[in-house]
């Protein structure tokens, strides 16, 4: 599913990531742990092509990253890469149905098709009765399961977490960990998370540690 070769990145004269080489299956489940200032973060930015290696090789779903432009990266990313994040980062001006629908919306899905299809994973995450509410009218566990609904509105082929549950209080945060292996069972997605969850991270079905800019062997 993923392939990432010798990844090196610098920011100025700190080289943060010093060779990063990692293989991701299809419905493979992978946490990357380690302390704050590792490259963690920086890692997955990459492997998610929200950001660029210095050097070194990306392969997605048989894609090589480098070799698309910024309007195919941008299609590609959209159409094949989901995202999860600590902070839900939904749009406060638009209801729970409207934030799902909305990388369906810039990949130009057909919009009966996309709303049926965004109301049927709120009513998957157990929200149809929170499809007109707006973030401020949910709960965190429920803003933070519309915004993986809209992660999943895709059909990605891999989705990327960045401290997933990291805003949430532990029972929510139990919650999250066990739907992300539903999603997995259900859907046959493969999850890239970084967390200091160590009961997510002992869940996963590998848990590579970051340090000094390297996985750890």
Do not use: C, W
Not at 22 to 43: D, F, R, Y
Not at 57 to 73: F, T, V
């Amino acid at each position: 599913m993923l392939i990432a070769q010798n990844i090196k990145k610098s920011f100025g004269d700190l080289q943060v990531l010093k060779g990063i080489n990692l293989e991701i299956q299809k419905a493979e489940v992978v946490s990357i742990v380690g302390k704050s200032g590792t490259g963690k973060s920086t890692l997955l930015h990459i492997l998610g092509t929200l950001d660029s290696a210095d050097e070194g090789s990306l392969i997605i779903a048989d894609q090589e990253i480098s070799k698309l432009n910024p309007k195919q990266l941008a299609k590609f990313r959209n159409q094949k890469l989901g995202f999860i994040f600590q902070f839900h980062h939904l749009l406060n001006e638009f209801t729970a149905l409207e934030n799902v629908m909305i990388p369906g919306m810039i990949a130009k899905s057909n919009q009966k098709q996309l709303t049926n299809k965004a109301k049927e994973l709120l009513d998957y995450f157990g929200l149809s009765d929170r499809l007109t509410h707006k973030p401020n009218q949910l709960s965190g566990g429920e803003q933070q399961r519309v915004a993986v609904a809209r992660a999943l509105i895709n059909d990605p082929q891999i989705i990327f977490a960045d401290e997933p549950s990291g805003n949430l209080d532990n029972v929510t945060s139990e919650e999250l960990h066990h739907l992300i292996f539903k999603l997995r069972t259900d859907f046959n997605q493969s999850f890239v998370i970084v967390t200091h969850n160590n009961e997510l991270a002992d869940m996963s079905d590998r848990s590579l540690t970051m340090e000094d800019g390297l996985i750890k062997k």
